[in-house]
């Protein structure tokens, strides 16, 4: 039953993560934080930044973590194969049809009016994930704030921005810098 459950929650994922695989973050939070409660939003956020750094799409790499986590090498089968599912269809489907209708105008307004849809839900993830940084989970008030989490996410932001660094690289130093920073406040407390 948990596989056919995986496959489910990961087949809507694949059907409506429209966008890409940052678009498809609200919808997986959507499945396995708050449907089905099989991950908290700690580990969902963990889960994300995993799947950022592993090679290949967020949604899939997600997919195959939470079915792992669950139900074990079965479980990551069932669930991956339910995220790229809707998207073999779907794909070779609307190659044919993009095919005809690639230069029709009304084909370009569809793709135009998507956009900022995809922009949104995008925006809506990475704030959430922002203020999970910001507060730590915990009720947002300003004693909650975790300082170490907004001053790294300042440098990694300006870095990125400025420098157009690797973002491995400067995901690593975060952690690492976390890591030191964690380690220090143990020390001095």
Not at 2 to 24: D, K, M, P, R
Not at 162 to 173: D, E, F, Q, R
Request: positive net charge; glycine residues 8%; proline residues 3%.
């Amino acid at each position: 039953m948990i596989y056919l459950e995986l496959f489910l929650s990961f087949l809507q994922v694949g059907l409506f993560s429209i966008g890409g695989g940052y678009a498809a973050i609200p919808l997986i939070q959507s499945q396995v934080v708050e449907k089905q409660g099989w991950i908290t939003l700690q580990e969902f956020t963990n889960l994300i930044t995993i799947s950022e750094m592993t090679p290949g799409p967020i949604a899939v790499n997600s997919a195959t973590f939470v079915g792992m986590h669950i139900a074990g090498i079965a479980g990551a089968v069932c669930a991956t194969l339910g995220c790229i599912f809707p998207s073999l269809i779907l794909v070779s489907a609307l190659f044919f049809l993009y095919a005809k209708l690639k230069d029709n105008a009304v084909m370009q307004k569809v793709l135009a009016a998507l956009r900022p849809a995809v922009v949104a839900l995008i925006a809506g993830a990475g704030i959430e994930i922002l203020l999970l940084v910001i507060f730590g989970g915990q009720e947002k008030a300003l004693q909650n704030v975790q300082w170490v989490g907004c001053v790294l996410f300042a440098v990694a932001f300006f870095v990125l921005r400025k420098w157009k660094a690797n973002p491995i690289l400067v995901m690593c130093a975060c952690g690492l810098g976390n890591l030191l920073a964690q380690s220090a406040l143990q020390y001095w407390t």
